[in-house]
C-alpha cells in the first residue's frame, strides 16, 4: 500500500528538552510548540518534582536524565532520580566524574540515583567533561550554565562522539542569548549569562521526518512544509542520503517532497554525527539491491538499545547478511520479492528503543512479516507514529 504524508511533523524532542532546561531558570521563556513523547512528559513532571524535592522519574530517557541530574546539582538538597534498569546501564562514569568536580555527591543504584548537592563549587580551573561515549554530558553542563557567580571554563576529552548534537547544543544556547567563546576542546561561559530571546519555537523533529520518508521506499510520498533552510539537527543530512539511496527529493522555498525510489542503491555512510538515522538507514539498506556498509558510530551501542547488535538481528531474522562491526554494520540487501508468502512471522522485541521500531515499520511497510512485541515504545519521541503510518505493528 502506497504511504502518503502532508504536514509539519512532530516538534523536536531534542530542542524541546533543551529548552524546557532553559525555561527552568527563566520561566518567562515562551515556547511556541509541544509534544506529548515520553521524554518530554518526563522532563516536564521532573522539573516540578525538582521543585519540590520529590523523586523525578526519568523512565527510558538518557538525556532527561543527565540534564535532570545537572539541573538539580545547581540546587541544595538531595534528590532521586529514577528510571529503567537499561537507563542505568548505560554510560554513567562521566556523569559521576562531573559531579565529583562540582562537589557534588552521588551514588547509583540499579534503577536509581542519589544526588546530594550544594549547587556548583568548581576547585579548579575548568570543569573537565569526557565526550568519549555520549555529548550529552557536556550539552547537559552548558544548558545548565545560566545564572553563575562566576565563570565557568569547560575543557572537553575524549573522542568526541556526536559532535554535531554538541553543536547543535551550542547553537540553540547562543540563540537565546547565551556568550560561549572558544570551541571543539575548550569553552568558556563568562558569569551571569542571562537569555535575550524570549520566545522560542523548535524545529520539527528531522529523525522522525526520515522514517515517514523511508516509509516510502517501495511507492509512496510525503511533503513536509515549513521546511527550514537551515536545522540545529544533525540528521537534517537525511533527504541527501535518500536522494543517494534513489530517492526522488524536491525543494520549493518551504516545502520539501520526497518520492520512494522503487528500487533502492546500496550506500556507504559514515554517521559518526547522525546516529540516530541508523536504525530507520539500516532498514532501507536491507531493501536495497547491494551492499551497504553504515560505519563511524561505536556509541550505538550505547543507545536505548545495542542499536548494532539489535538491528543485526533483526535483518538476520529477514533473512538478509549482515557483518557486525564495532562501530556499524555491513548490509547485503534485497528486495521483498511481491507476493512472496512462505517467510513465517517473526516476532521482535525493540528492547524499549523507539527507533528500533521505526525501522521495522519501515520493513514492514517494504512487506516483510514481522510482529513487534511492544509497538508503545515509539512514544518516547513521535506518539502518533502509529496512526500516521499506518501500518499494523
Not at 554530558?137 to 544548558?143: G, K
Not at 563568562?190 to 523548535?202: D, E, G, L, T, V
Not at 539500516?282 to 551497504?292: E, H, M, P, R, V
Request: charged share 20%; hydrophobic share 40%.
Amino acid at each position: 500500500m502506497s504511504f502518503y504524508f502532508l504536514g509539519r511533523g512532530p516538534f523536536s524532542k531534542s530542542l524541546l528538552l533543551r529548552a524546557l532546561i532553559v525555561q527552568s531558570y527563566f520561566p518567562e521563556l515562551q515556547i511556541t510548540g509541544d509534544s506529548e513523547c515520553d521524554d518530554v512528559v518526563f522532563l516536564k513532571e521532573g522539573l516540578k518534582d525538582l521543585k519540590n524535592q520529590t523523586v523525578m522519574d526519568c523512565s527510558h530517557g538518557g538525556a532527561v536524565l543527565r540534564f535532570l541530574t545537572l539541573r538539580a546539582s545547581r540546587e541544595i538538597g538531595s534528590f532521586t532520580l529514577k528510571g529503567s534498569e537499561r537507563l542505568f546501564q548505560r554510560p554513567m562514569r562521566e556523569l559521576q566524574m562531573i559531579l565529583n568536580q562540582l562537589a557534588c555527591e552521588i551514588k547509583f543504584n540499579k534503577n536509581n540515583l542519589i544526588l546530594k548537592a550544594h549547587g556548583w563549587h568548581l576547585s579548579g580551573d575548568a570543569l573537565t567533561v569526557s565526550m568519549s561515549r555520549s555529548s550529552q554530558f557536556v550539552s547537559s553542563v552548558l544548558l545548565n550554565s545560566w545564572k553563575l557567580d562566576r565563570d565557568l571554563f569547560i575543557s572537553v576529552e575524549g573522542n568526541m562522539v556526536s559532535s554535531s548534537y554538541l553543536q547543535m547544543t551550542l547553537s540553540f544556547l547562543r540563540s537565546l542569548g547565551m556568550r560561549i567563546t572558544g570551541d571543539n576542546r575548550e569553552y568558556h561561559i563568562p558569569a551571569n549569562q542571562r537569555i535575550n530571546h524570549f520566545i522560542y519555537k523548535p524545529e520539527a523533529d528531522m529523525s522522525c521526518l526520515f522514517s515517514l520518508a523511508a516509509l516510502t521506499a517501495t511507492e509512496g510520498e510525503v511533503i513536509f512544509t515549513d521546511w527550514p533552510e537551515q536545522s540545529f539537527q544533525p540528521d537534517f543530512i537525511f533527504p541527501s542520503l535518500l536522494k543517494k539511496m534513489g530517492f526522488q527529493v524536491k525543494q520549493v522555498n518551504q516545502t520539501l517532497k520526497i518520492n520512494g525510489a522503487g528500487d533502492l542503491h546500496p550506500i556507504e555512510c559514515n554517521l559518526k554525527n547522525c546516529p540516530d538515522l541508523f536504525p530507520v538507514l539500516a532498514a532501507l539498506c536491507a531493501l536495497a539491491k547491494g551492499t551497504s556498509r553504515l560505519y563511524g558510530a561505536p556509541h550505538l551501542h550505547y543507545k536505548e538499545s545495542d542499536r548494532v547488535e539489535q538491528m543485526a538481528k533483526l535483518l538476520q531474522y529477514t533473512g538478509r547478511t549482515v557483518t557486525v562491526l564495532d562501530d556499524g554494520l555491513v548490509i547485503r540487501g534485497q528486495p521483498v520479492s511481491p507476493g512472496d508468502k512462505s517467510k513465517p512471522i517473526i516476532g521482535f522485541d525493540p528492547k524499549e528503543d523507539h527507533r528500533m521500531a521505526m525501522a521495522v515499520a519501515v520493513l514492514k511497510k517494504a512487506g516483510e512479516p514481522i510482529q513487534l512485541l511492544n509497538p508503545g515504545v515509539v512514544n518516547k519521541s513521535f506518539p502518533d507514529f502509529w496512526s500516521i503510518v499506518n501500518v499494523n505493528p
